[in-house]
């Protein structure tokens, strides 16, 4: 039997959902690759489904994320925008180090429980 | 607007989830109420699904959760065994710690952009 572990999820909400695992993972992807479509496809993800999910985060947020580059966000590239890179970068390092203690108070909590269990 | 807020949920697993925010709950309730049939009640559940959530929690930790009393866990009352009692107690102090932190780190990290957000 495995050890236990953690799974931890945070979510940024307003009235909806703003921010989460998902589309961290989108948005970062759009950072490295320039596009939509390449990021939704290293996802495993429709084009179609890409845009779905950036569309309800602007609007859920009312920060536009991607930037329009030649052939518009459809056809050519995407840039995040200011405010998307800053959110996602905030994003980062606040469930780094949220991870990072609930790790180290996981392993103190749960330790005994987990050599109790073998 | 609402201004951003976080949600956390963190789930324990070996194999398969073994412990979260529903069955924290309704063992909490138990341990409250004394009845895995006032527990599920006050969850608005049936009393056929809490005995199904205990029993796959009991499957996948391999620990037994509740203590037959007299009339057997489905007749009489129930009880938490010690090892359900240390399993709550932890996971909510765990819950309590993170959540503290994970508030205040928040608070750092998302005070200006809600600020920019009217």
Redesign the interface.
């Known amino acids: ?15 909806e959902r ?1 921010f989460g695992p998902g589309i961290y993972q989108l948005l970062s992807l759009v950072e490295q690759t320039g596009s939509l479509r390449a990021a939704a496809m290293k996802m495993e993800m429709s084009y179609n489904k890409a845009w779905g999910i950036v569309s309800m985060v602007e609007k859920n ?3 536009t994320m991607l930037q329009k580059q030649s052939g518009g966000v459809h056809g050519g590239g995407a840039v995040l925008t200011p ?1 998307a890179k ?2 996602i970068s ?1 994003y980062r ?2 469930i780094e ?2 991870n990072a ?2 790790k180290e ?2 392993d103190a ?2 330790a005994d ?1 987990r050599e ?2 073998p």
Chains 1, 2 share one sequence.
């Open positions: 039997m495995k050890d236990l572990h953690y799974h931890i999820s945070i979510k940024l909400y307003k009235d703003v947020s009312g920060i405010q800053q959110l905030d390092k606040y180090e949220v203690f609930a108070r996981f909590y749960f429980f109790e269990q």
